[in-house]
């Protein structure tokens, strides 16, 4: 039954997952691992049930409402890391000059980008993997923070100012993520 002044969102909880909450931390176990995250709002309130999570608010307001749904994408995030996992797909793109590009401890390493002669590194977030193969560099973790942000400051260690990008397409560039829904 739907009160008025009252927004709340129900969450089932899957098969081989469980979720406890104590006070504002909410910790989601599952087949890939444990994820744990803080929900501090001094009006949403989430409770773990038997069968399901509720979010909640009362009387909200607009940013109430947002935050409320942005609890619910986290929680369904959390549960789809340690169910499925997330894993993004970068290509390592030279025309120039051959790059190479490996792992070395809780970084990756980029050789003669551009002809440079010092390395260029990326920091891996978290407790992501990052593999590489040849062209193909893939990212997968139960974290989907953690796993976006490897992503991208592997992009970002390779983009350079003032060069054309039409003419120079050199660097690591995402082309999948697990996450989306293919079109």
């Known amino acids: 039954m739907t009160v008025a002044g009252k ?4 969450i ?3 098969a081989g997952v469980t979720i406890t909450a104590d006070g504002e931390t909410v910790k989601v176990k599952g087949p890939k691992g444990e994820l744990s995250r803080v929900f501090a709002h001094p009006r949403v309130i989430v409770k773990v049930e038997e069968a399901d999570v509720k979010v909640s608010c009362e009387y909200p307001r607009i940013k109430d409402k947002a935050m409320v749904g942005t609890f619910v994408a986290h929680i369904n995030n959390m549960i789809k890391g340690v169910t499925v996992g997330f894993t993004y797909g970068l290509k390592v793109v030279f025309s120039h000059f051959p790059m190479k590009v ?6 990756v390493e ?4 551009m002809g440079g002669h010092d390395p ?5 977030v978290g407790d992501c993997k990052v593999k590489v193969s040849g062209a193909d560099v893939t990212v997968e973790g139960i974290s989907i923070e953690a796993c976006g942000q490897t992503a991208a400051n592997l992009e970002k260690a390779t983009s350079r100012l003032g060069f054309d ?5 050199d660097g690591i560039y995402i082309v999948h993520k697990s996450h989306k829904v293919k079109e």
């Open 7 to 10: 927004i709340e969102h129900t």
């Open 12 to 14: 089932a909880i899957p």
């Open 102 to 107: 490996a792992v070395k401890g809780d970084r």
């Open 110 to 113: 980029i050789n003669n980008y």
């Open 120 to 124: 260029r590194y990326a920091k891996i």
């Open 165 to 169: 990008k039409r003419t120079f397409q």
